[in-house]
C-alpha cells in the first residue's frame, strides 16, 4: 500500500507538471509540436546543454509573447464571449480556452449530450458564434475583421447556419419544406435576396441574443477576459468556476434551465 500511494503522489507531481505544457500545445497539431520540439532541441544543442522543460514551454508560447498587452486584451474579451455565451445558453461546456498558438485565440468545448435539436437551439448556436464580435462590441464598441475573411471563420460559420435554418432544416421563413443544397451558399444569397435577407435577419436576432446576455454579465465577461489575458491558456474547470462566481443569479438559473 505504501507503494501504491507513493506512486500515486509521483504521479500527481508528473500531471502537476505536464499541465501547463498540455495546455500550452492545446489546438496545435501533433506535427507542431513535434517541431517545436525539435527546434528547442536543436537550439539546447547548440547552446551545449540539455533540453529542459522551460525550452519546451518557451517553444510553445513563443506566439503568445509576440503578442502585443492590446491584441492579447482584444482577443481574450472575444473568446471570453464565445465561453460565456456557451455556457450561459446551455449549448455546451468549455474544455480549454486559449490566446497566441499561430490563430489569436479560440475556445474548445464538449456538447452536451442530451441536447435537443430545435430551431431554438439552432438559434443560440448561431449567437455563440457571433458572441466573440458582440462581446468585441460591448466593450471596444468595434470589431476587428478577423471574426470574417475565411471560411473558418465566426461570421462564416453563423452565416452557413443561419443559411442551413432557411434552406435544409425546414425552418425558413419563405418555403419551409423545400430543401435547398448550402453548397453553393454564396451564390445562393448573391442571386436570391429575400432569401438574404431572412438569412441576415437571424444573423442580426442571434448577435441581439448575444449581446443582451453578454450586457447582461458584463462584469463576468471582464473577470474572465481578464483572467485569460493574464494567464493565456484556462482550463473548462477554471473557466465554470469564475463563471459560478461572477455571473448574475437570474441568468444562471436560466443557463441551467437550457442545458
Not at 18 to 34: F, H, M, S, V
Not at 65 to 87: C, D, F, N, Q
Not at 94 to 103: C, D, E, K, Q, W
Not at 222 to 227: E, I
Request: net charge neutral; charged share 25%; aromatic share 4%.
Amino acid at each position: 500500500m505504501a507503494e501504491s500511494n507513493t506512486s500515486l503522489d509521483a504521479s500527481g507531481i508528473i500531471n502537476t507538471a505536464l499541465k501547463p505544457l498540455a495546455l500550452a500545445a492545446a489546438g496545435r497539431t501533433g506535427a507542431d509540436i513535434e517541431r517545436l520540439v525539435r527546434e528547442a532541441r536543436q537550439k539546447a544543442r547548440r547552446e551545449r546543454r540539455k533540453l529542459t522543460y522551460s525550452d519546451i514551454h518557451a517553444a510553445l508560447t513563443a506566439d503568445q509573447a509576440a503578442l502585443s498587452p492590446e491584441l492579447i486584451w482584444r482577443i481574450a474579451v472575444h473568446e471570453s464571449g464565445h465561453a460565456l455565451t456557451r455556457t450561459v445558453l446551455g449549448i455546451g461546456s468549455v474544455l480549454i480556452m486559449s490566446i497566441g498558438n499561430g490563430f489569436g485565440g479560440f475556445v474548445e468545448s464538449e456538447r452536451s449530450a442530451d441536447v435537443i435539436e430545435t430551431g431554438d437551439w439552432l438559434q443560440k448556436q448561431i449567437a455563440c458564434k457571433l458572441a466573440g464580435r458582440a462581446a468585441e462590441k460591448l466593450i471596444f464598441g468595434d470589431t476587428v475583421i478577423g471574426s470574417g475573411g475565411v471560411e473558418e471563420s465566426d461570421l462564416a460559420r453563423a452565416t452557413k447556419l443561419a443559411l442551413d435554418a432557411e434552406t435544409a432544416f425546414g425552418l425558413g421563413q419563405v418555403h419551409p419544406l423545400l430543401y435547398r443544397s448550402g453548397d453553393v451558399q454564396s451564390s445562393i444569397l448573391s442571386l436570391d435576396r429575400e432569401l438574404a435577407r431572412n438569412v441576415n435577419s437571424r444573423l442580426e436576432t442571434a448577435e441581439a441574443l448575444a449581446m443582451g446576455l453578454l450586457s447582461h454579465n458584463r462584469g463576468a465577461l471582464l473577470a474572465l477576459a481578464t483572467r485569460l489575458a493574464d494567464v493565456k491558456v484556462l482550463d473548462g474547470a477554471e473557466v465554470r468556476e469564475l463563471l459560478d462566481r461572477h455571473l448574475t443569479r437570474s441568468t444562471s438559473g436560466s443557463s441551467s434551465a437550457a442545458s
